[in-house]
């Protein structure tokens, strides 16, 4: 079997193109995958099926949107809220018939009217004020053939919407590095942010959280580093609120300086609302150097096991929970490396690379409709099983049987919903 593979790489500076930097060679020991060029509108020839990771960014997914409109095939679906991308390939592009009709489908006569109210300057922007009041979302994923989604959330959200077809829930992988020592005793306390920062990633928030924080401790040191949106006013808020001297600003990091950076943070912090239905990449990049985690309990986050995050609500005591849960976590060392062992035993099980990549190859097979994968891989474990030695009635095999639905392989193979 072969796969056309459709995303985004680097050196985009696209979390997704890192996500599929970091799966292809998993998947290319598995099946063979013809991965599409950038801006190809077509699927590459002789291939049985055409997988396309789409996301909320035309710049990034455009081109992989008008390829999935020409040939239908399954979708890695990396955000549930769609609307700056439908926005952007249509009234971006001058196509205010395309958003319109988009609306409509999303919201009849309503919704027409309201994205007429939009493109004629009488209304604030959907894409910037309320992108989850109209997510647009079956607008891109009508010709999806099946969906891959990261989250419970995402894949309940999808049903919400409409889509009937199938849906796999598969967890973004894990990177397998090594955890760092922790800081030496009596060190300052670092806390991390990282990623691009826009208005849902309550950056104003955590730093409201953070100068509290400081004065009961004020040898804190925040880093915060991403790009981000002018409409923040990081720096400003950072003045207002005298942190000049305890908050460390970067701009985008290359990779191997973003992961020096979050092995040197004792928290990470990475809040959000609204969710769009994302999966943080940033967040499974600080599980697997395993770092204790303050998150907004929302979407994906939420579904984060407690052991390995804080979750604050996102209510009008937002700030003051934050400001809470950082100090609990600063005073106790112990429950740090609590949550630390947690998070990166987290990351080797649930999101394992190679586990990950078997249930890819398990649900590209169902979506093409076939059982050849399948076979040649219960074989390979076959002969490998009586190789050792293991008979019929060993203990072993009760752990290869788990294994091998978790990748839906054998009976009860399939874990779409």
């Known amino acids: 079997m072969k ?29 063979e995958v013809k991965v599409a060029r950038r801006g190809a509108h077509r699927s ?21 949107v008008e390829a ?26 001058g196509d205010n018939d395309g958003y319109l009709e988009a609306m409509q489908v999303e919201g009849g006569v309503v919704g027409r009217l309201l994205a007429h109210g939009v493109i004629d300057g009488l209304l604030p922007p959907f894409w910037a004020e309320r992108p989850e009041d109209f997510p647009l979302t079956m607008a891109v994923v009508g010709p999806a053939t099946g969906i891959i989604v990261h989250s419970q959330y995402a894949l309940d959200r999808l049903r919400q919407l409409g889509f009937e077809r199938r849906i796999w829930r598969i967890p973004m992988p894990a990177w397998p590095v090594s955890a760092p020592e922790p800081p030496p005793a009596g060190e300052k306390l670092v806390i991390g942010c990282f990623g691009h ?43 207002r609120l005298s942190l000049e001297e305890a908050v460390t600003r970067r701009g985008y990091l290359d990779e191997p300086e973003l992961w020096r950076l979050i092995g040197e943070a004792d928290i990470i912090v990475n809040l959000r609302s609204p969710t769009m239905g994302e999966t943080s990449g940033m967040v499974v990049r600080a599980l697997s150097l395993g770092k204790p985690l303050v998150v907004s309990d929302v979407g994906w986050f939420a579904e984060l096991p407690d052991e390995v995050a804080a979750k604050v609500p996102v209510d009008e005591r937002e700030v003051e929970r934050l400001k809470g849960v950082l100090a609990r976590l ?29 249930l890819y190859l398990a649900a590209i097979e169902e979506a093409a409709g ?28 009760g752990e290869v049987a788990a294994r091998l639905r978790e990748a839906g392989l054998g009976r009860g193979r399939s874990r779409a919903s």
């Open 330 to 358: 600063a005073g106790d060392s112990a429950l740090r490396a609590k949550m630390s062992a947690a998070a990166a035993g987290f990351a080797r099980t649930e999101h394992d690379l190679e586990r990950v990549a078997d």
């Open 197 to 239: 920062m826009n208005t849902a990633k309550r950056v104003p928030q955590l730093l409201e959280a953070f100068a509290a924080l400081r004065r009961g401790l004020p040898e804190a040191r925040l880093v915060l580093a991403g790009s981000a949106s002018p409409a923040l006013e990081v720096e400003g808020t950072i003045a």
């Open 370 to 397: 076939t059982d050849d994968v399948e076979h040649a891989v219960l074989h390979d474990v076959a002969r490998a099983a009586a190789e050792t030695g293991m008979g019929p009635d060993a203990a072993e095999l």
């Open 68 to 93: 999935l409109r020409r040939r239908p095939g399954l979708v890695v679906l990396h955000d549930v809220v769609l609307h700056h991308l439908v926005a952007e390939m249509t009234i971006g592009q």
């Open 3 to 31: 796969v056309a593979y459709f995303s985004p790489l680097p050196p985009e500076p696209s979390g997704v193109a890192d996500y599929s930097a970091h799966l292809l060679p998993a998947l290319e020991r598995r099946i």
């Open 44 to 64: 590459p020839r002789r291939c049985d099926l055409a997988l396309y990771h789409v996301g909320n960014n035309a710049d990034a997914h455009g081109w992989i």
